[in-house]
């Protein structure tokens, strides 16, 4: 899908409630699949998403760390221990980890980024 066809489905479907005649649509299902498949249309909806929440994803090496990293956090900015759809955190001293999901604050430091292979700097 072309982006800027992208740019106009999203504003006509994202964040909103849609009826299920629309979401059996060709024209969403094609939509979501760009989301998934199309690279240049998942970095933009997600460099989007990430601006209007006000989250600084220039700083990271790959918006799917921005992004993971952003979903780890609560509405205060703090670390989810406890939720367990968490893949990645970023401590203050910018150290990652992959949490283990065992009821503690049990993490695997990882030095590479999965998705990108950028070396992590601690």
Known sequence: ??????????????????PEDVTTSEE???????????????????AEKLKAQG??????????????????LDEDGEIKYDDPDVIINKWDKGLYGIPVHDGSATMVVINYCPWCGTKLIN
């Open 28 to 46: 969403y299902e094609a939509y979501i699949d760009a989301i998934h498949e199309d690279e240049a249309c998942y970095n933009w909806a997600t």
């Open 1 to 18: 899908m072309e982006l800027e066809k992208f740019k106009e489905l999203h504003g006509r479907f994202f964040g909103k409630e849609l």
């Open 55 to 72: 989250f600084a994803y220039e700083s990271y090496c790959c918006l799917m760390m921005a992004d993971k990293v952003y979903q780890s």
